[in-house]
C-alpha cells in the first residue's frame, strides 16, 4: 500500500497544481494520468488539455467525461467546480486501492447515473486502512460544500507519506502496516479460493463522451457496507491514457 500511497499523493499534487492555477481539469480520471520512468525515478503525468478550463468560465450545456468518475451533481447539469475534481480524485482513489476500474461490472448508463445520485459508491476494499478509507469518503460527498479542498487532502497525503517513510511508530503508518499485512495474509490464506476476475460489463465505458441524462435525483449519501474479502484481493491495475497533451508534470 505505500507505493500506492505515493502513486496518490504524486496525483493530488499535481491536481493542487491544476487549482492553483485557478483551473478546474473537469474530465479527472485514470485515462488522463501518466507515469513514465525517466531513469532514476517515476514522474506523474496529468493530461487532456482539451478539457482544462479556467475556474471563472463555464459552459453548462454539455457533461463529457467518464460516468464512473463524474461528480453526481455535475451528472444533474451542475457546474463543473474544484469539488467535482475532487469527487473524481476520490473515485481515483479507490480504483489505485483495489486494482480495478469503478463499476467495471455493469451498464455505464442512466440507471448507473441515478444510482450514484442517489448515493452508490465503489465498495470499499476490506483491507484498506481505515484513514485512507474516510479521506475517500470526505471526498464522494453527495454535498460538494462537504468535500476536502485538495490542498487540504495533499497535505495529508503528504503527512501520511512521512510517516511512513520515516517508520515512526504512528496511528497512520499502524495502519497502512496492519492493512497490508492482512492483505498478504488473506492471499496467503485463501490462494486458490479466491475466485478470478469478471470480465468488464461490454457497456461499461472508460472513454470520455457526452453524458446526457435527464431528470436524475437530487445527490444524496448512502455508504455501502465493506464488501467480501474474497472478491477484493487484487493487484493495482496499470494506468494509461487516451491522451497525450500533457498539462501538469509532478514527482
Same mark, same amino acid.
Given at each position: 500500500?505505500?507505493k500506492?500511497?505515493?502513486?496518490?499523493?504524486n496525483?493530488?499534487h499535481g491536481?493542487?497544481t491544476i487549482? *492553483?492555477?485557478?483551473l478546474?481539469?473537469?474530465?479527472?480520471h %485514470?485515462?488522463?494520468i501518466?507515469?513514465?520512468? *525517466?531513469?532514476s525515478q517515476?514522474? %506523474?503525468y496529468?493530461?487532456d488539455?482539451?478539457?482544462?478550463r479556467p475556474?471563472?468560465?463555464?459552459?453548462?450545456?454539455?457533461v463529457?467525461g467518464?460516468?464512473? +468518475?463524474?461528480?453526481?451533481e455535475v451528472?444533474?447539469?451542475?457546474e463543473? %467546480?474544484?469539488?467535482? /475534481?475532487?469527487?473524481?480524485?476520490?473515485?481515483?482513489m479507490?480504483e489505485?486501492?483495489s486494482?480495478?476500474?469503478p463499476?467495471?461490472?455493469?451498464?455505464h *448508463?442512466?440507471e448507473?447515473?441515478r444510482e450514484?445520485? *442517489?448515493?452508490?459508491?465503489?465498495s470499499?476494499?476490506?483491507?484498506t486502512?481505515?484513514?485512507?478509507?474516510?479521506?475517500?469518503?470526505k471526498?464522494?460527498?453527495a454535498?460538494p460544500k462537504?468535500r476536502? /479542498?485538495?490542498?487540504?487532502?495533499?497535505?495529508?497525503?503528504?503527512?501520511?507519506?512521512?510517516?511512513?517513510?520515516?517508520?515512526?511508530?504512528h496511528?497512520?503508518?499502524?495502519?497502512?502496516?496492519?492493512?497490508?499485512k492482512?492483505r498478504?495474509?488473506?492471499?496467503e490464506?485463501?490462494?486458490?479460493q479466491?475466485?478470478p476476475?469478471?470480465k468488464?460489463?461490454?457497456?461499461?465505458? +472508460?472513454?470520455?463522451?457526452?453524458?446526457n441524462f435527464?431528470?436524475?435525483?437530487?445527490?444524496r449519501?448512502?455508504?455501502?457496507?465493506?464488501s467480501?474479502?474474497k472478491?477484493q484481493?487484487?493487484?493495482?491495475?496499470?494506468?494509461?491514457?487516451?491522451?497525450?497533451n %500533457?498539462?501538469?508534470? +509532478?514527482?
Amino acid at each position: 500500500m505505500g507505493k500506492k500511497l505515493g502513486i496518490v499523493y504524486n496525483i493530488a499534487h499535481g491536481l493542487m497544481t491544476i487549482h *492553483n492555477a485557478g483551473l478546474i481539469h473537469r474530465n479527472f480520471h %485514470t485515462g488522463n494520468i501518466l507515469r513514465h520512468f *525517466n531513469g532514476s525515478q517515476f514522474l %506523474t503525468y496529468i493530461t487532456d488539455l482539451g478539457q482544462y478550463r479556467p475556474a471563472n468560465k463555464q459552459n453548462y450545456d454539455d457533461v463529457y467525461g467518464v460516468l464512473a +468518475y463524474v461528480a453526481p451533481e455535475v451528472l444533474r447539469g451542475e457546474e463543473y %467546480t474544484e469539488a467535482s /475534481d475532487v469527487y473524481s480524485f476520490s473515485i481515483i482513489m479507490w480504483e489505485i486501492a483495489s486494482g480495478q476500474k469503478p463499476f467495471y461490472d455493469r451498464p455505464h *448508463n442512466a440507471e448507473l447515473a441515478r444510482e450514484i445520485c *442517489n448515493g452508490l459508491r465503489p465498495s470499499i476494499i476490506m483491507e484498506t486502512p481505515q484513514c485512507y478509507v474516510e479521506l475517500m469518503e470526505k471526498c464522494w460527498n453527495a454535498d460538494p460544500k462537504e468535500r476536502p /479542498d485538495i490542498r487540504e487532502l495533499e497535505k495529508s497525503l503528504m503527512s501520511w507519506g512521512w510517516h511512513m517513510g520515516m517508520s515512526q511508530k504512528h496511528s497512520v503508518s499502524d495502519q497502512f502496516i496492519s492493512a497490508e499485512k492482512e492483505r498478504l495474509r488473506l492471499l496467503e490464506h485463501l490462494g486458490s479460493q479466491l475466485e478470478p476476475f469478471k470480465k468488464p460489463h461490454p457497456e461499461s465505458f +472508460y472513454k470520455s463522451r457526452l453524458l446526457n441524462f435527464p431528470d436524475l435525483p437530487k445527490p444524496r449519501n448512502l455508504y455501502d457496507s465493506t464488501s467480501d474479502s474474497k472478491d477484493q484481493i487484487h493487484s493495482i491495475s496499470g494506468i494509461s491514457s487516451d491522451d497525450d497533451n %500533457t498539462v501538469t508534470k +509532478y514527482q
